[in-house]
């Protein structure tokens, strides 16, 4: 038998109306975490599901060999907010983060992740080695060319943190909990692995929608200073054009001598001056708006329950395996 990793890790999970997967998924996570780690735990986030979620996750008490944590939110607070409330609980050295219970990954990249990890680095992501949809490439461009920092951000299927990197990014105050740019303004060492996808269900997050754009637009204002650029460039190009409108009137009225009113000229430079000028208060807006939000100080989550399930004593791994035979048979 294979001696297992000593060190205690944690398995930071979200779920919102997964009935269908969300029994296969822990089962499949504690198989491969209970095969490679002596000591772990599993931290589901129930974001305020509406279907069988719940009482199907309920059902994985069955097979847990390690500890399982179910964080009941008291209303839906989307992906990043949701994660922060289970990632405050884990108590791991190492913490697995997985935002999407239908794994489209093959479970033993876990220990790719933590064979990196222990070589070195404080983060360690895997990404998918196809392509981007085009609406994900642009935001990723547009973050990653008008960020404070040098963030180079790009899609996560699953991460894996330490301890320190996970205590850095809790202590940022930032209230726009978006969990890739935190974990770059930390400074540790980050590195990626990439796989190739597996043939999977559809999520309905996975397509794009209000919560995704809304995400969008938070992370391009707070993580860069695009808004501002485009205000400075967009101020210079209205500058510019009302000079160039001034000497196109004083051309007009020193050597045409068959001009019109100049009804036109006026109409063509107060809409574009406007265009400008609502562009420029609208992105004005969205900074003070941040602002209102920092002044507020509301919690990051908030929850109706928490669920603790202690796993069954198994004197070794062909019990454990016969209980799961058992159970998918009662099933």
């Known amino acids: 038998m294979a001696v297992k990793e000593q060190v205690f890790v944690s398995a930071v999970v979200y779920v919102r109306n997964e009935g269908t997967r969300v029994l296969a998924g822990i089962e499949q996570l504690n198989a491969a975490l209970a095969s490679i780690f002596k000591h772990y735990e599993i931290i589901l986030i129930n974001d ?18 390690g500890n399982m944590t179910i964080i009941n939110l008291s209303r839906k607070h989307g992906i990043e907010q949701a994660m922060n409330a289970g990632l405050v609980k884990s108590i791991g050295d190492f913490i697995f983060e997985i935002e999407n219970i239908n794994f489209e990954y093959p479970l033993e990249i876990i220990q790719s992740l933590y064979k990196t990890a222990v070589s070195g680095y404080d983060i360690v992501a895997a990404s998918p080695n196809t392509g981007l949809k085009i609406t994900s490439k642009l935001f990723y461009k547009v973050i990653n060319y008008f960020s404070h920092l040098n963030l180079d951000l790009k899609t996560e299927s699953i991460r894996l943190v330490s301890r320190r990197a996970l ?56 993580f860069s ?22 000497i196109y009137a004083f051309y007009n009225y020193f050597f045409n001598k068959n001009i019109v009113e100049g009804w036109t000229t006026l109409m063509i430079l107060i809409s574009f001056g406007f265009t400008g000028l609502f562009f420029i208060v609208g992105m004005l807006g969205e900074y003070i708006s941040r602002l209102l939000i920092e002044i507020q100080n509301r919690p990051f989550y908030t929850t109706s329950s928490v669920e603790l399930y202690k796993p069954k004593k198994y004197k070794n791994d062909v019990d454990y395996h016969s209980d799961r035979e058992v159970a998918a048979t009662k099933e």
Do not use: C, W
């Open 48 to 65: 305020a599901s509406s279907d069988n979620t719940l009482e199907n996750a309920r059902k994985a008490y069955e097979v847990l060999l």
């Open 167 to 222: 205590n850095s990014m809790l202590n940022l105050k930032e209230k726009v909990r978006y969990r890739k740019a935190l974990y770059a303004y930390t400074g540790f060492k980050k590195q990626f692995i990439s796989y190739s996808p597996i043939a999977k269900l559809s999520s309905p997050r996975s397509k794009l929608n209000r919560e995704n754009v809304s995400t969008a637009l938070d992370v391009i204002v707070s």
């Open 225 to 246: 200073n695009i808004g501002l650029k485009a205000s400075h460039y967009l101020s210079i190009a209205f500058f510019l054009f009302s000079i160039s409108m001034a």
